[in-house]
């Protein structure tokens, strides 16, 4: 493809390479092809304490696949698990299970993350007796979109609700 200044233009389909040309500057084209790109990331980190309490590791990092024990993610287990799938009494991952849980996916007493559910909770999404985000159900929620028996948001449905558009309701059932 030429462009109205002379310089050409091409761009990368599958396994083509790209080639860019500025005649009119004199420059020479650049190359660039997807196998000089850096691959994707296949490297997988592990770590655990030799040390234990209660029969877990102190600690346990577990990222990325391997293939020794044929896991496709990293699973960690320990008092302070940090993995892909985490499950400790603190617990740090894309799925975390714990008493603290902190991840994509938080599951715990405390929990905080992007769908958090636990005793107190924290995140876009969440369910607990205490939720605080976007989306909250709980005994006491707050966020967005709240829903619970003390419900506090942007709209809020409860036994006891506080919106922004109609301030304080008592045994308010609708949205």
Known sequence: M?????GEI????GRRSTSLTHSHLGRQPLSYSRSTMKPHSTKSIRKRSERTFAGLPLFDIAYGPDA?????????????AVGNEA????????????YVAVGGKARG???????AIGLIAVGGMSLGVIALGGLAFG????GGLAAGGIAVG????????VDKRRGRK??????
């Open 170 to 175: 008592s045994g308010n059932t609708s949205i």
């Open 10 to 13: 091409s761009f990368v389909l």
């Open 154 to 161: 942007g709209r809020s449905v409860g036994f006891l609700s």
């Open 2 to 6: 030429q462009r109205p200044d002379g």
């Open 109 to 115: 007493l405390i929990a905080l993350g992007g769908k």
């Open 87 to 98: 499950r400790g009494w603190l617990a740090l991952g894309d799925s975390a299970r714990g």
């Open 139 to 142: 005994a006491i929620a707050m």
């Open 68 to 80: 020794d024990q044929g896991e496709r993610s990293g699973k960690a287990h320990g008092i302070i």
